[in-house]
């Protein structure tokens, strides 16, 4: 019950702002463009493997902002979705850096991977 | 006269893909998901349907965001999965149906729903999953494929009403289908998931229970929020439900009964679930 609380508090006023949830609209969309583009050419193989050769180069040929730039280095997922990432594109940059969706998510809420791993578990349990 | 056998529902995660082809389906973690399968299998022997018309959402494979269709209808001769950017085993192809697509395509823009139409066509982890679940030693896809791709990735996202009455009009178009095949409806993703932000692992069971019961005979019990609304409930995937909401259109307005149900947290990051209904 504590977990189903957990999620209550999770789920913030009606109408209002969802806690810890950016909607990927249009001004996200336009935003992030150059980010989710560079990330969608990761769909080919010899891309993936042109990123990894010289990161720097390839970011510069999809004109990435300094701030996309800056969040791809650093790996900083909040900082990619800020700059319009989209996540159903930044998990293709995930891979590359050899992170799965979990490492993703506990990188996101600050958690060892171990705690998320147990949060989803949790969260089955009445 | 073409007949509606029922339908399908299910998620899709892509790790699933990965759990297949290790063959992890008996191991602790994935077992209680594959469990939920054999009924569907069982289900799809009996019954047998020639055609699926499948609602689902492209996850940056087919479309970018340079062209992003609210809802796009396939109508090609045959449908290549490709890799996605992990470098998985890519998925079999499917066999199109061009002319009850066309039909279909027909009857929704008749119904003023101003789709995007594709004669080709990429589809993802989307599709190809729930057909390696319940078809796992099929050399070839025994169904022939109408897919429609729902935008659930870039809002605005149509409303859940919106869904819900797109798959109402493909109901009236596989009723007036000259055909003799065997249809079975299919909608593929969620349930609550989110995958980004600091609410990232985001699952409510509550909700999932209440769409899961409200899917058979009060679907418009699913259309009253907005999608935002949807989202705060789900999560940020957890919107997939839409393909579901507009799967159920397309059944039709009669009574179903579920023939099967499995609810399992987590595959992933992801409340999975499937469910099979049928006419009552
Ligand atoms: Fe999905």
Redesign the interface.
């Known amino acids: 019950m504590t977990i189903a609380f957990a999620q209550r508090e999770r789920l913030g006023e009606a109408q209002g702002p969802i806690p810890g949830t950016t909607l990927f609209d249009g001004d996200a969309a336009a935003k992030g463009y150059a980010l989710n583009a560079m990330c969608y050419s990761f769909n080919d193989k010899a891309n993936r493997e042109a990123f990894r050769a010289d990161e720097d180069g390839y970011c510069a040929r999809f004109h990435l902002t300094p701030t996309q730039r800056e969040a791809v280095r650093s790996r900083n997922v909040l900082a990619m979705i800020a700059a319009g990432g989209n996540i159903y594109y930044l998990a293709k940059l995930a891979g590359i850096f050899g992170l799965s969706v979990q490492d993703v998510g506990a990188q996101q809420t600050g958690m060892s991977l171990d705690a998320f791993k147990q949060m989803l578990l949790d969260s089955g349990k009445d | 006269m073409a007949r509606i056998i029922g339908g399908y529902f299910t998620s899709h995660v892509p ?1 699933i893909g990965g759990a297949i082809v290790r063959g992890d389906q008996q191991t602790p973690y994935w077992k209680p998901f594959f469990d939920g399968y054999p009924p569907v299998r069982e289900w799809l022997a009996e019954e047998k349907p020639d055609v699926a018309v499948c609602f689902y959402n492209d ?3 087919n479309f ?3 062209k992003m269709p609210t809802f796009a209808v396939g109508a090609a001769e045959v449908y290549h999965n ?6 998985l085993p890519v998925f079999k192809s499917f066999e199109g149906h061009p002319a009850l697509s066309w039909h279909i395509i027909e009857q929704l823009v008749n119904d003023e729903f101003d789709i995007t139409t594709c004669q080709s066509m990429l589809v993802d982890h989307a599709l190809s999953i729930p057909f390696e679940l319940v078809y796992p030693d099929a050399p070839a896809w025994p169904v022939k494929l109408v897919p429609i791709a729902i935008n659930t ?4 996202l149509p409303s859940a009403r919106r869904c819900l009455a797109l798959g109402q009009a493909v109901h009236r178009g596989l009723e007036s289908w000259q055909g003799d095949e065997r249809i079975v409806v299919i909608g593929t993703g969620g349930l609550s998931h ?13 909700y999932d229970r209440f769409c899961m019961d409200s899917l058979a005979n009060d679907p418009e019990a699913l259309v009253a929020d907005t999608t ?2 949807i ?3 789900s999560g ?2 957890g919107v997939e439900i839409l393909n579901w909401i507009a799967a159920r259109g397309a059944l039709g307005e009669g009574g179903f009964r579920e023939k099967t149900r499995n609810y ?3 595959i ?2 992801t ?1 999975a679930a499937t469910m099979v209904l049928e006419p009552a």
Not at chain 2, 82 to 87: A, L, Q
Not at chain 2, 194 to 206: C, K, M, S, V
């Open positions: 790790s996850h940056g494979l970018f965001l340079d490709e890799d996605e950017g992990w470098g990735v870039q809002f605005p989110q995958l980004d932000g600091e609410r990232a692992g985001f699952i409510n069971p509550d935002k609304e989202v705060r409930k940020s995937q399992h947290v987590p992933s990051n409340a």
